[in-house]
């Protein structure tokens, strides 16, 4: 029985309640158009040298102030061309919703203050519960209108605690189609993504994942470089991987007229 294709998994801002303990009831969730590329985390303590200390002491005459940080950056990417259901004509649209986690509200504590919402972003296992730092939208290919078609979106969120939450699930499936996906960056073609993976077979790797221009591709498309193609011979279809060895599925497919082996990859 042939297993069933495992469904992506889509990263996600979620508005967290003011004391960052769950998810706010009625508040707004976003799921990425095209999941990031990469996390970046990073932890900082808070350090200074004691008033008075001896500053020839280095290390040894410093002390630890406060909570540690940690902040996580990452960059997402917006495209109305790429829009599967409620087309809009700006990139704005969609973005708007990413920058909402900025807006500052009032404070239920004290109504006279504002902060901005606390947020979670969830990919799979990973979590991270804090709040936006900073956003940079950049803009690009405009319509004859001059409105934007594609964005990308550099978040960094902080929080008051050195500590990232995730889950210990089953180990990376390492059946055929289950590989870990790679996502294509600005301007990236099939070629150069698989000679930077070490695969010299980009054809192949092209019509295995359906991409129609492999020249041109939407940043964030995902694509297996380790998928098969496939080959016809005489009515018989055979997947062929790369530096997979087909000989025997040849010979086969020929009624024995073959001998011996090649490869592809």
Not at 62 to 72: D, S
Not at 194 to 220: C, H, T, V, Y
Request: aromatic content about 6%.
């Amino acid at each position: 029985m042939a297993d069933q294709e495992r469904k992506l998994e889509k990263a996600q801002l979620i508005e967290l309640n003011q004391t960052f303990t769950q998810e706010k009831g009625g508040g707004e969730k976003v799921e990425v158009q095209f999941n990031p590329e990469s996390l970046k985390v990073s932890f900082a303590n808070q350090i200074v040298q004691p008033q008075g200390g001896d500053q020839s002491a280095g290390n040894a005459g410093r002390q630890f102030v406060g909570a540690g940080t940690t902040k996580l950056a990452l960059q997402l990417w917006f495209d109305v061309n790429a829009m599967e259901k409620d087309p809009v004509d700006d990139v704005r649209k969609l973005t708007q919703k990413v920058i909402y986690f900025m807006t500052p509200q009032d404070s239920e504590a004290d109504p006279t203050k504002k902060a901005p919402p606390g947020v979670r972003f969830v990919w799979g296992s990973f979590k991270f519960d804090g709040m936006v730092d900073g956003i940079e939208e950049s803009l690009e290919f405009f319509s004859p209108e001059g409105k934007p078609l594609r964005a990308s979106v550099s978040l960094t969120l902080s929080q008051q605690k050195i500590l990232v939450e995730f889950q210990d699930t089953a180990s990376v499936p390492s059946r055929p189609g289950q590989r870990p996906l790679n996502t294509a960056k600005q301007g990236e073609s099939v070629q150069n993504m698989a000679a930077k993976n070490g695969k010299g077979d980009w054809q192949s790797i092209a019509a295995a994942n359906g991409i129609e221009d492999p020249l041109r591709m939407a940043p964030g498309q995902l694509v297996d470089l380790n998928a098969a193609a496939r080959v016809r011979v005489g009515g018989a279809s055979l997947g062929v991987g790369a530096g997979a060895s087909v000989g025997r599925g040849l010979n086969d497919a020929l009624g024995g007229a073959a001998s011996g082996s090649f490869s592809i990859g």
